[in-house]
């Protein structure tokens, strides 16, 4: 289990970093959910030493964020597909990329994230669910939720 | 300069975790932008050990995300405070939120995020910044942006 000292927080954030959060992670699971399923196409992709890629994999399957399907057998070779569990780490990856395009593009952003259904370009952004409006810092406060006794 | 093979790859997502994405430092900026703002109550509520915690918000003001301030002289105490620049990480700790809570809560959000303007659990949803619509996974593509070139 990795990162460890972040499972005893009662803090989803924490919680989602314990799975995700380690170097090279959130690196696999966008090449991942970009369409690359096999080893090779991820190793080298992202440039991740393989035996830290085959760590992560596994970390990633062990909590079943993707799922190890055969596609051959000699010699025995592996894909790796998201799970929907996994894909909804899809809006992590858009808030870095914003942030990235925003303060650390220089040259305008590699990559523009298109909308299919209206055809422009997303520039994936946070709203509220309730009201539909978009989201800055300034507009949330936080409160205890249904989950906050379990930090008694 | 934490995360160096990362700085490499022309990818925002890489590029912001070269500076955000080491073990650590998402959490203390929660507690930042949470309001707290000392070191020692900052390594309290994380948990992270007092060099790493140092180490931590070294790089947060070399990158401009946090403003160093002094608030004390006998002794010499300083206080840590958001720029725009590290404000503007919050989509990105609401995103690792709402998997949390999605995915890794079992009794339930430890804390809501709450609408200030709606008064409305909030349950920031990236939604498509042209249209307007919620977006999911399958609902985007990527294509090449405007700084793509520099990966030639």
């Known amino acids: 289990m990795p990162y460890r000292p972040f499972e005893g927080q009662n803090c989803s954030i924490a919680r989602t970093l ?10 696999v699971l ?37 799922r190890r399907e055969r ?41 523009v994230v298109e909308h299919r259904a209206c055809g422009h370009d997303a520039a994936p952004r946070m709203h509220c669910s309730h009201c539909g409006e978009p989201l800055e810092p300034a507009d949330v406060v936080v409160r205890p939720g249904p989950g906050a006794a379990a930090a008694a």
């Open 71 to 111: 596609y051959g057998e000699h010699p025995e070779a592996f894909e790796y597909r998201p799970t929907p569990k996994g894909a909804d780490i899809a809006p992590v990856l858009w808030a870095l990329l914003r942030w990235g395009d925003r303060h650390a593009a220089p040259d305008g952003p590699p990559v």
């Open 18 to 27: 314990a799975i995700v959060g380690e170097r090279w992670t959130l690196l």
């Open 30 to 66: 966008r090449e991942v959910l970009r369409g690359r399923r096999r080893f090779q196409d991820i190793r080298r992709e992202t440039g991740v030493a393989p035996n830290i890629l085959s760590d992560r994999l596994s970390t990633l399957v062990e909590h079943g964020l993707l």
